[in-house]
């Protein structure tokens, strides 16, 4: 027997609205939605608009790289889009699930659960070995240390045979290896990648990126990776840039060279109307 709709959720399904939170409904298929999302730091003449209404999906089992000028917003996309920051408003889910709001305690967990981190720091924990930090957040989670899993993974990138090395016997390529087989022994709905790269020569930077990008190809992973390289961005499905807190261009399956081009450009008109408004100003 199917029950009858009340008027007000009809009106919200023919919205897109979820009836029950007053917030639009999910699109199927995506892994991260942000939907009218803003996030400014202070107030009066002092307030920064950092995101200044940012509308993204991304689909599951993509490798989305994010791009811009210094002060474009990057840093502050990638924390309200994992939840490590409240927007100022605006909607943001991953995996389908809305995380505006959660208070810290469902955050914390969802984190922990449903996310995979990878930071140019690596952020290892010294006195673990690589087997512990890669199961680390499976018992920040409550859950089952599941030595086959760790081992699943560190096998994944080339590491098997380093589950009882500490860190810090191992090179830097080798710490990000372990921090990649860390963000995926959860099967994360999203791994985040802050500058993933930023501390790696060339080709220890190539090997780590062929990770991430196998990872999605294969796994089923879906990768978000804010970048300042463009010969990073280039592994990637597609290039988002940011300009100013909104995203101003994107590139599909780019080449290094085209993407440089397009930061050059981008970063040439930032310039030319922040200079725009100066002149205006004074």
């Not at 922990?112 to 680390?136: C, D, I, Y």
Request: aromatic share 4%; proline share 4%; hydrophobic share 45%.
């Amino acid at each position: 027997m199917r029950l009858r709709k009340g008027k007000r959720q009809q009106a919200g399904d023919r919205a897109g609205v979820d009836h029950r939170s007053g917030t639009p409904a999910a699109t199927p298929g995506l892994a991260v939605e942000l939907r009218g999302v803003r996030r400014q730091y202070g107030r009066g003449a002092g307030t920064v608009h950092a995101l200044a209404g940012v509308d993204l999906g991304l689909p599951r089992g993509t490798f989305t790289a994010v791009m811009g000028p210094s002060g474009s917003g990057k840093s502050t996309f990638l924390q309200c889009a994992a939840g490590l920051d409240r927007p100022s408003a605006g909607s943001v889910r991953l995996g389908g699930t809305e995380i505006t709001g959660m208070n810290e305690n469902e955050l914390t967990e969802l984190r922990r659960s449903r996310l995979g981190f990878v930071f140019q720091a690596f952020n290892l924990l010294p006195s673990l070995t690589v087997e512990q930090n890669v199961l680390l957040p499976l018992r920040l989670a409550g859950q089952r240390q599941d030595r086959g899993r760790a081992a699943a993974v560190l096998a994944q990138v080339g590491l098997a045979d380093k589950a009882r090395r500490r860190p810090g016997e191992l090179s830097g390529g080798q710490q990000q290896r372990v921090a990649v087989a860390r963000a995926l022994v959860t099967t994360p709905d999203v791994i985040f990648a802050d500058e993933p790269t930023g501390a790696l020569d060339t080709g220890t930077a190539a090997e780590v990126l062929g990770l991430l990008r196998h990872a999605v190809d294969t796994l089923g992973a879906t990768v978000v990776m804010v970048t300042h390289d463009p010969a990073a961005a280039a592994w990637a499905d597609r290039v988002l840039f940011l300009a100013d807190g909104a995203f101003a261009d994107q590139l599909e399956r780019g080449s290094a060279e085209r993407i440089a081009a397009r930061m050059t450009a981008l970063t040439g008109r930032t310039r030319a109307m922040a200079g725009a408004g100066a002149g205006v100003a004074a």
